[in-house]
């Protein structure tokens, strides 16, 4: 039975990618998610490095879907795009930015996925005003940027969060649910804490 007691969010540097899978995944288990970047824009692959698609964040997924349809179907479908985006429209209507949506929820988990994110997100943060003297447990767990990485680090993401949910008081369980997180998965976080 879902208790209800968490809100997460998944946060990561203007990725579509990690942050969407652990998104989606959360979402069909019941838990009350939301996503955000963190750059300047969304950028997604393109047909080279150094031609990305940029597009600000708020451009609804199904616009970024169409307009890359069209404009090299094999290429982003082969690429694992188009099947992102299809995702990615079946969980939220746009990509949202961190910066400029965050203080909009009151989360009681923050997870990311590389530890610029991390660090910028404990920043952020800190630099706050704490109005209601809420904690937030600030998570990091880093995961490669490929699809077949994101998609196990979405089920990390699951798990850690089913074990945080399943506790009565993550502040008193913390180190043991981390400890025992990281030696069960051999995957090495990072946390902090922090207010609203």
């Not at 208790?3 to 990690?18: I, K, P, Y």
């Not at 879907?65 to 404009?71: C, G, M, T």
Request: aromatic content about 8%; some cysteine.
């Amino acid at each position: 039975m879902r208790m209800g007691r968490l809100r997460h969010a998944m946060v990561c540097s203007s990725n579509q990618n990690r942050s969407m899978e652990a998104h989606s995944l959360l979402k069909r288990h019941s838990f009350d998610v939301a996503s955000y970047g963190t750059g300047r824009e969304v950028k997604l692959p393109g047909p080279s490095l150094r031609e990305p698609n940029v597009y600000p964040f708020g451009t609804p997924y199904k616009h970024m879907f169409d307009e890359l349809r069209r404009k090299d179907p094999d290429l982003y479908k082969r690429n694992g795009i188009l099947p992102m985006l299809k995702r990615n429209c079946s969980v939220k209507l746009a990509p949202q930015r961190w910066q400029d949506n965050a203080a909009d929820g009151c989360f009681d988990v923050v997870l990311t996925f590389e530890e610029k994110v991390f660090d910028l997100v404990v920043q952020d943060l800190s630099n706050r005003e704490h109005k209601l003297m809420k904690t937030v447990l600030i998570i990091n767990m880093d995961v490669k940027d490929n699809h077949e990485e994101a998609a196990a680090g979405g089920k990390l993401a699951l798990e850690l969060c089913q074990e945080l949910e399943a506790v009565d008081c993550w502040e008193d369980s913390i180190d043991d649910i981390v400890a025992a997180f990281e030696k069960t998965n051999n995957k090495k976080l990072l946390y902090n804490i922090s207010f609203y």
